[in-house]
């Protein structure tokens, strides 16, 4: 039950399904990133269809109690996303899947996923503060993947774990990115995890889920 590879091939087994299969241990960015490695694999050819999926389970108090001792868990137990009371981030469990198609496969209301992309922080200040550079160049590349600017962006769904360091930093990112394409942009940013915590690897696609919902409103 601890190798991650097992985790992502009993799914294909289950279900019988080929192709590419593999499980991302990225931290809080593993749903995202296997959604990325889905929407590649369907732009190469290798499947018509793709899985990805998030997952996260508290079944013992280690990684807990882990957080904690190391200052990154609230004393309150919330996320103040983008709140003068951030003071660290809850824990919190999900599981949240998503069915990847080639465009003419896709059934009448189905959301368009226009572009994606993968960096790294690279150096930073420590090991979990963020680079608000590489958050640049990420939000870049996807802009210029999905063929937009940040002033047709409508709505976004930000990390927000509810930290005194990592909020201003993200908020920044997306100001500097608006700056360069010349600004204009006027999108509300909202975070999950202020109503859900904190799900880890499974958080990027719990915000995936919640900015399709809230397209999906308002084309209704």
């Known amino acids: 039950g601890s190798a991650h590879a ?3 091939g009993r799914v294909s087994y289950v279900l019988g399904v080929q192709g590419p ?3 991302y241990d990225t931290a809080c960015s593993a749903g995202l990133v296997s959604v990325h490695a889905a929407s590649s694999a369907l732009a190469l050819g290798e499947a018509r269809s793709g899985l990805a999926a998030g997952v996260n389970l508290m079944l013992l108090p280690a990684v807990s109690v882990s957080c904690a001792v190391a200052g990154m868990t609230s004393a ?3 996320c103040h996303t983008f709140d003068d009371r951030a003071d660290g981030y809850a824990r919190s469990e999900a599981c949240v899947a998503f069915v990847l198609r080639q465009r003419d496969d896709w ?3 189905t959301l368009s996923l226009g572009g994606s992309s993968v960096r790294a922080d690279g150096r930073s ?3 979990t503060a963020p680079n608000g550079q590489a958050q640049q160049a990420l939000r870049t590349a996807s802009h210029v993947r999905a063929g937009m600017t940040p002033a047709e962006l409508t709505s976004a769904e930000a990390h927000g774990t ?3 360091l990592g909020d201003p930093i993200e908020a920044g990112s997306y100001a500097a990115v608006a700056h360069a ?3 204009g942009a006027s999108a509300a940013m909202g975070s999950v995890k202020a109503n859900l915590g904190h799900s880890e690897p499974a958080a990027g696609t719990a915000g995936l889920l919640m900015l399709a919902m809230k397209l999906d409103a308002s084309q209704a």
């Open 76 to 78: 309150r137990g919330r």
């Open 181 to 183: 394409f010349g600004g």
């Open 125 to 127: 200040a420590s090991l």
């Open 162 to 164: 509810g930290t005194a």
């Open 107 to 109: 059934p009448r209301g």
């Open 21 to 23: 299969c593999a499980s």
């Open 6 to 8: 097992i985790a992502s």
